[in-house]
């Protein structure tokens, strides 16, 4: 079957996901000193982690020869001459306080300091925008699961998502929503893939057979490569009933694109029969002689959630035929014997989440399921199938001034990585549909670094 693609190609400025200072977390406060007098005004901005400090000199009558620049997180040391005005701190602490102090030196010694509390919340918009502009290419969505190709790129997988452009904030009401889309990465530079069978108004991948989408559709699983081939697992959904809750998961199917094309070569159904509360697809990874792909397993799903994870393993040649199920202690061809993965329950794992390599270890990374929690955690092991240890609370998405908005299946993307930090994102979305179109920025994801060494707790 050839996949008919349509291609939307935004150039981007950056040739690389790189920090930059952003002008939309600008801040200017006084400084207090121990004279009570000021000596300069100063503001700040952020994206990332990178703080960008600046100045003003208010009593020029002061003798120094250059600002010394601190904190007390990072123990960082800068020096700048006496005529600069601006420096860059990196590596700042996310959503928490960080005194910063401005310090004028004079032979060495420090004549007059000033002290300012900072609170980032880590997130970089320079990133966020070079993967959802407001043009060209998807934007707005979710699902955010990403999987990097032989050839230096990266494939996006989204759920629900917009094309259309923005403008000022807002997209038009008459914008269509694709129930998936594909954002294609390639050295700053984004495409949106959609339109399966030459379909203007067709998601990226459409389950065969399907004619209204609004009835059933894919939303998309994870997925790997293998030699010249993507593996996609797309999950088949269906309205079960009324409302923007009323969506009911009914199998996982196995999509098959040749690269670097990306033509659909074969779409099958997961040799997995059983309950419908086990969703295979959610997680995959290609580990040398095997590919595991991990099931979440809804047990309850309340307010009090409770979920487990399942995982079977097989290899590509029979990943749409032969699975082997882990038992807690082997691994069987029988799908009942599956036991769920050891270290996972005091976190509900989320509906989508990720298991990757990171160095010598084995990563899962899920958002706490409950509703909103906000909390984003990692577990490490050195099997593909646990036992799970070394849970970490990486990120506390910080309170949105929104109430409306809501956050939901962090994603790690571990082929990004920048001065020992990987990238992850989470998806917002609102409760008021209406503002995804009135204010796009209530459905786009998130992105942030976190630092290696605080996943695998290799220096805490």
Not at 195 to 200: K, N, P, V, Y
Not at 216 to 235: A, D, M, R, S
Not at 405 to 432: R, W
Request: proline share 5%; net charge negative.
């Amino acid at each position: 079957m050839k996949f008919r693609f349509r291609y939307a190609v935004l150039p981007c400025l950056l040739p690389a996901f790189a920090a930059a200072c952003s002008t939309e977390a600008t801040h200017r406060r006084p400084n207090i000193f121990d004279d009570e007098e000021s000596f300069a005004a100063v503001t700040f901005s952020s994206n990332a982690d990178s703080l960008f400090l600046s100045w003003e000199l208010t009593d020029d009558r002061i003798q120094f020869d250059s600002y010394r620049i601190t904190d007390n997180k990072s123990q960082q040391v800068l020096t700048v001459g006496r005529d600069e005005t601006s420096c860059l701190l990196t590596h700042v602490p996310y959503n928490e306080p960080v005194a910063v102090y401005l310090s004028l030196v004079a032979g060495g010694e420090v004549v007059k300091t000033a002290k300012t509390d900072v609170v980032i919340d880590g997130l970089d918009k320079t990133t966020a925008a070079t993967l959802i502009p407001d043009r060209g290419s998807v934007t707005g969505g979710d699902g955010t699961y990403s999987i990097p190709l032989p050839d230096g790129r990266s494939i996006f997988l989204m759920g629900d998502s917009y094309i259309g452009p923005v403008t000022n904030g807002q997209r038009p009401t008459s914008d269509h929503m694709f129930r998936n889309t594909y954002i294609l990465y390639d050295e700053g530079r984004v495409s949106a893939i959609y339109g399966a069978g030459g379909d203007g108004n067709a998601s990226a991948a459409v389950p065969p057979g399907v004619s209204d989408e609004s009835r059933k559709w894919y939303w998309p699983g994870h997925g790997f490569v293998e030699g010249n081939t993507l593996y996609v697992f797309q999950t088949v959904m269906y309205q079960g009933a009324e409302g923007m809750w009323g969506f009911r998961y009914e199998t996982t199917d196995i999509l098959e694109y040749e690269l670097p094309s990306l033509t659909l070569r074969r779409t099958t159904r997961i040799p997995f029969r059983g309950s419908e509360d086990i969703h295979y697809g959610m997680a995959a990874l290609n580990d040398g002689d095997y590919v595991y792909v991990y099931a979440q397993v809804d047990v309850t799903n309340d307010a009090d959630p409770i979920s487990e994870v399942l995982v079977a393993r097989t290899t590509p040649a029979k990943l749409c035929t032969d699975w082997e199920y882990y038992t807690g202690s082997g691994w069987s061809t029988d799908p009942s014997a599956a036991e769920r993965l050891e270290g996972l329950a005091s976190v509900p794992v989320s509906s989508q989440f990720n298991v990757f390599r990171l160095r010598d270890k084995y990563v899962l990374l899920t958002q706490n399921k409950r509703y909103n929690s906000g909390e984003i955690y990692t577990f490490t092991s050195d099997s593909p199938a646990g036992p799970w240890r070394n849970k970490q609370l990486i990120y506390r998405i910080p309170a949105m001034e929104n109430r409306k908005l809501f956050t939901y299946n962090a994603m790690a993307h571990p082929q990004f990585e920048k001065d020992g930090m990987i990238l992850v994102s989470y998806n917002v979305n609102t409760e008021e549909f209406s503002q995804q179109f009135s204010d796009v920025s209530t459905y786009r994801p998130r992105f942030f670094w976190i630092g290696i060494d605080r996943i695998l707790n290799s220096k805490r």
